[in-house]
């Protein structure tokens, strides 16, 4: 199977066949990781540019070392430092770097819709690092290939998706992608904190998190953000980790001992995570930031390389 | 000037006429009916052989964004697409800069249309001073300089002691106070339609609920003052079943639907184009099928297009960022015509009637009607039109519309105000 796609937007538009071509690639460069000499000559002479009008660190810095180890020119670019603070509108700014003949531009916004309307609008490969509460794909792919490195395949896994589902672009993401792998996705937390109708995507829905975590593969923690509770979602802080925070205690009485804990970071240590959850046996959330980069390497080379390029 | 319509089928649901007759005009009003009517000298002759002839279309909702934001409108360009889109008269939303809230600002509006108007223009005044939604506007001023109608549309007076004392304030003045009818507590100010969509592409949504709160709180507020409400832009279930209920009750409710609120759902979202962003939002298929039955049944009294200018930087950029609405004055009667009437879910008499009878009884507005000594505002259909909607051939300053490419069947042919020819299709 070959990529053909121009972008990389969303899980929701991918098939699964394209899903595992993605992760396949990935896995297959984790090894430079590795390596004395993190580099090769996969992307020479090629440009990314990373977008980013939202702050990020992990994901940033991710893309960037994902660019730089295949040996790809990559410039960063923050709304904070840019014109955009002079008044640019986003679509005169991606214009104007699209005139300087990047290869990828890696955008994060805090617009949902936001990669989608640069993959319109540019003729260069797009690739969604976050727009909004929509999409996050290549931390879907990375949470997806940590699933297949640890528990060895997809299929008839259960994966509990916990917290601020509703503000969520990584719960969308894996969401679509783990149903499209076959796997069974509950998404569980408070009702505001529950996107309407999310049954119709695929999910189970659970209002209890002992409910939720008690048969599953993977439970995959959110970050819960401070607005949440200005906005009157929810009542405080205290009361949300005391019935939504995962403890070590609870994990012995309602989950398999054989769970992964997930968290797409960064982790509010006490309150959804419990510090002993977070740094225990059970998480693989370091595994998940290192498996980025590969992934990154993927997206980046079969995007980048799709024009005819010179492949590793 | 005289003017001689031959040849057409002439629908007036006010007089309850579905014939083929001619139409003589005379000094602005409607001079006589019949067949083979014999033509005075000098009159102008038009052929409407296969045509249908109606009372003038009203559209009682439109944004002629003058003053103040004539980059995206004016009365000048607004009249033009209103004339082009099949409308003889307009009735222009406060929310101009300045607000239309007192007598000289409706006066400059009235001055600008009577000079550069081509087709009528009746303003609506602002109920809140700015539409701020804290003290009442100069509305004895507002009436006696012309306004046909009060309203903070786009905005809602959350404010119910406020604006039960605007209802019974301008009781007098027999001109109904217009609701946008959004709780914005519940709406948020959210993009879209909170559903399946909204949860899908991860942009908030609203509830129906936003807007049906208003509605019975409207609804409640009219039958405490007696004052005759009308609800703009009605776009869900609820609304209908609310004003319909209403309606049974003696209430002095009245109701107005929008095509684009007829005819498209949540579901066009999905492209992200920001031509599908508008409040109130676009719904689900459940509200359209209630929508259309209201229509049908009376229960909304009228159509209005919500024709809502916007430059193109205002529309291109990210959703969430994008100005709300869109123009509507240009597409509204083909794609009801195509969309609604062909395909058979509204009569053509029904959709004539809420165009041109309703909007006009409810308003207390001249015209609605063919009747003999009328003024002689005529929208002249062309059933068989094929036509593929062009936004860059738009009369209108702007080209904010997700019809856009669309393959339509049946326009407006000839628009006559005062018994002129304000625009011909073809001859």
């Known amino acids: ?312 | 000037m005289s003017l001689l319509i031959r040849g057409g089928r002439v629908i007036d649901p006010a007089n309850n006429v579905d014939t083929v007759q001619d139409v003589l005009i005379e000094d602005g009003k409607v001079a006589r009916l019949g067949r083979s009517l014999e033509a005075p000298p000098g009159v102008e002759l038009v052929d409407a052989a296969g045509k249908v002839v109606c009372p003038g279309f009203i559209d009682m909702h439109v944004h002629l964004r003058e003053p103040g934001q004539e980059y995206k409108e004016t009365v000048a360009t607004g009249t033009r697409a209103a004339a082009a889109g099949g409308f003889t008269a307009v009735c222009c939303m406060a929310n101009t800069h300045p607000v239309n809230d007192n007598g000289a600002v409706t006066d400059y509006i009235l001055a600008k249309a009577r000079v550069e108007g081509v087709v009528r223009v009746y303003p609506i005044g602002a109920v809140t001073r700015n539409l701020r939604g804290e003290e009442l506007a100069e509305l004895a001023e507002l009436a006696e300089s012309g306004c046909v109608a009060f309203s903070d549309d786009g905005k809602c007076v959350m404010n119910a002691g406020l604006y039960r004392h605007a209802m019974e304030y301008t009781l007098p003045f027999g001109a109904p106070i217009i609701s946008h009818a959004e709780d914005s507590n519940l709406s948020g100010g959210a993009s879209i339609n909170e559903g399946v969509v909204s949860t899908e592409l991860g942009l908030p949504g609203q509830p129906a609920a936003a807007e049906d709160v208003m509605v019975a709180r409207d609804i409640l507020l009219a039958e405490l003052t007696g004052a005759h409400v009308h609800i703009a832009h009605a776009s869900t279930a609820g609304t209908v079943r609310l004003v319909r209920d209403a309606k049974a009750r003696g209430i002095r409710v009245t109701a107005e639907v929008t095509p684009h609120h007829l005819i498209l759902t949540e579901d066009a979202v999905r492209s992200w184009d920001a031509n599908t962003k508008m409040a109130p939002p676009l719904r689900t298929k459940r509200d359209v099928e209630a929508l259309i039955e209201g229509l049908a049944d009376g229960t909304i009294d009228c159509i209005a297009t919500d024709h809502a200018p916007h430059a193109l930087s205002e529309k291109e950029g990210e959703y969430d960022h994008a100005a709300f609405g869109i123009v509507g004055l240009e597409t509204a009667v083909a794609v009801l015509l195509d969309r609604l009437v062909r395909q058979g879910h509204v009569p053509l008499a029904t959709l004539i009637a809420r165009w041109s009878r309703d909007p006009a009884r409810l308003l207390n507005l001249p015209g609605g009607t063919l009747s003999v000594g009328a003024p002689a505002d005529v929208t002249i259909l062309d059933l068989d039109a094929e036509t593929i909607v062009d936004p860059s051939r738009f009369h209108s300053r702007s080209r904010n519309t997700p019809f856009g490419g669309w393959q339509l069947r049946g326009g407006p042919w000839m628009t006559v105000v005062g018994g002129a020819i304000a625009r011909a299709v073809k001859k």
Request: one cysteine or more; charged letters at 25%; proline letters at 4%.
């Open chain 1, 1 to 312: 199977m070959a990529w053909t796609r121009k972008d990389l937007l969303s899980m929701r538009e991918l098939d699964a066949g394209e899903i595992t071509l993605l992760i396949d690639t990935a896995a297959s460069l984790q090894e430079i990781a590795s390596r004395d000499i993190k580099k090769v000559p996969a992307l020479r002479g090629k440009t990314v540019v990373n977008l980013f009008y939202e702050s990020s660190t992990r994901t940033r810095t991710s893309f960037e070392i994902a660019g730089k180890w295949l040996s790809a020119d990559v410039i960063n670019f923050s709304a904070s430092g840019s014109s955009s603070s002079k008044g640019e509108s986003f679509i005169d700014t991606a214009k104007n770097i699209a005139a300087m003949s990047p290869d990828v531009v890696v955008v994060r916004h805090s617009s949902a819709g936001a990669a989608d309307l640069l993959a319109r609008t540019l003729s260069c490969s797009i690739v969604n690092a976050g727009d909004g509460a929509h999409e996050h794909p290549t931390q879907a792919l990375l949470d997806l290939l940590t699933i297949r490195e640890k528990k060895g395949h997809f299929e008839g896994l259960h994966v509990a998706i916990v917290g601020d589902v509703a503000h969520s672009r990584v719960a969308r993401s894996d969401l679509h992608g783990m149903r499209k792998l076959g796997m069974t996705v509950t998404v569980a937390g408070p009702p505001t904190l529950i996107p309407p109708y999310v049954q119709e995507l695929g999910a189970k829905v659970s209002y209890r998190l002992e409910d939720a975590i008690g048969d599953v593969d993977v439970i995959m923690m959110l970050r819960l953000q401070q607005e949440r509770m200005d906005a009157g979602l929810i009542p405080s802080l205290r009361e949300y980790a005391h019935y939504w925070g995962l403890t070590l205690d609870k994990l012995a009485k309602h989950a398999r001992p054989d769970v992964l804990i997930m968290h797409p970071g960064p982790v509010n240590r006490g309150i959804e995570l419990a510090p002993e959850v977070a740094d225990g046996p059970y998480s693989v959330i370091l595994d998940q930031v290192s498996r980025g980069v590969a992934v990154r390497m993927g997206v980046l080379l079969l995007l980048a390389g799709r024009k005819g390029g010179d492949h590793a």
